[in-house]
């Protein structure tokens, strides 16, 4: 009898079997968390952090809140959570522990470090019971994941009832001529960026690749309604370079 032959993934631009993608992509983070917020605002030319703000806003934090956000590495959106709500908890949860590390050394003497809990996990499996949260975000994370069905699928899992899901990722221009010169930038720039700041073109490469493989909005829309969400919509943010979902558990 012949051996079951294991089921493949894309890595960026390459075939590779399902169980080694997240040891690939967890060492891509390993190398450049060290400059990973310096590279965001070089490559977008700050723009991540305006993106990052209208999730926020549009998110709109209450008191008493209890955030989980996955891929959360440096702790980005938690600070701005925690900042925005006065009140409530965070827990970031990143499968590469050098980002986490990254996080806590920026909130070491912060206020917030009290309210916010860092945990090494996989977003397919997250180690917490169900109905825990009450707000689940991941920003240019989930095209990392292997089987980005199963991440929704935990995502509700681990929502209270009335808890809400919201999606930061990069994305598809509509226009094609911007998109075409949006293509250009990013395969020519990037990873050469990437190689001066980094000393990493390689991991650059991935993930201006790893973005050219994600679904558009619509197919991606479809996706978090396929996992239980309700409610869901998207916008675009600076034409469709990056689009933010949401949706909710009801």
Known sequence: ??????????????????????????????????????????????????????????????????????????????????????????????????????????????????RMRWVVG????????????????????????TKIDKALSEAFRVLKPGGRIMILEFSKLPNPMMQKAYDLYSFNVIPKIGEIVVGDKDSYQYLVESIRKFPDQVSFANMITEAGFENVKFRNLTFGVAALHSGWKI
């Open 122 to 145: 996989d977003a397919m499996a997250l180690p917490f019971k169900k109905n825990t949260f009450d707000i689940y975000t991941i920003s240019f994370g989930i095209r990392n994941i």
């Open 1 to 114: 009898m012949s051996e079951r032959k294991s089921a493949h993934t894309h890595f960026g631009y390459q075939n590779v079997p399902e169980e080694n993608k997240s040891g690939l992509v967890k060492e891509v983070f390993n190398n450049v968390s060290s400059k990973y917020d310096v590279m965001n605002d070089l490559m977008s030319v700050g723009i991540h952090r305006v993106w990052k703000n209208t999730l926020i806003n549009w998110l709109a934090p209450k008191e008493n809140q209890n955030l989980l956000d996955v891929a959360g590495g440096t702790g980005d959106i938690a600070t701005r959570f925690l900042n925005q709500a006065k009140s409530g908890n965070a827990t970031i949860l990143d499968m590469t522990e050098s980002m986490l590390q990254e996080g806590t050394k920026r909130i070491t003497n912060s206020s917030l470090s009290s």
